[in-house]
């Protein structure tokens, strides 16, 4: 019994001891990560909506998003859209979405996006929602987006 407590006690303090290391490693990409103007295109009801961010890898390493979620929706989605031929089709980014060392990229309407679906809340101009980005390194950046109106084309 004894031994038992004493390599748990070990085990404990091993953890202890090499969790603030891993939690640093695991969030210095995401350290590195800026986001900027992250709207929603507001839609009525149930339609899904869009989200829209420029975001700045200022690290020396490639950083990878691989999913994206958030409390106000049950499923969020990095779509591309494409034009096959003049018929326009999104999507899924499933491998995620490397974004190389010094640079960024813009999710912005006709192009990359967020698609938002099965609204958890309901959602109107000027309302705010966080969505979390997860990186392949276990990082995660919180972005704080604005609802804005079904009209606005982006800043």
């Keep these: ?10 085990l404990l303090a091993t953890t202890l001891m090499t969790s603030p290391a891993l939690v640093y490693a695991q969030n210095e990409s995401a350290q590195a990560v800026e986001t900027s103007n992250a709207w929603i295109r507001f839609t009525p009801g149930t339609i899904p909506m869009a989200g829209y961010f ?21 499923h969020v989605m990095m779509h ?17 979405l490397a974004v190389t060392a010094g640079s960024h990229i813009s999710f ?14 309901p959602l109107n101009p000027g309302d705010h929602v966080n969505v979390t980005l997860n990186l392949a390194d276990g990082g995660a950046v919180s972005v704080e987006f604005e609802v804005k109106p079904i009209s606005y084309e982006g800043p």
């Design 80 to 96: 591309q859209t494409v034009n096959d031929s003049g018929q326009m089709s999104m999507q899924h980014m499933g491998e995620g």
């Design 54 to 74: 420029t975001l700045n890898n200022s690290s020396a390493e490639t950083i990878t998003i691989t999913s994206a979620e958030s409390a106000d929706f049950g």
């Design 108 to 121: 912005a309407p006709g192009g990359m996006h967020l698609m938002l679906m099965q609204r958890q809340r």
């Design 1 to 10: 019994m004894m031994m038992k407590k004493s390599l748990i006690q070990a």
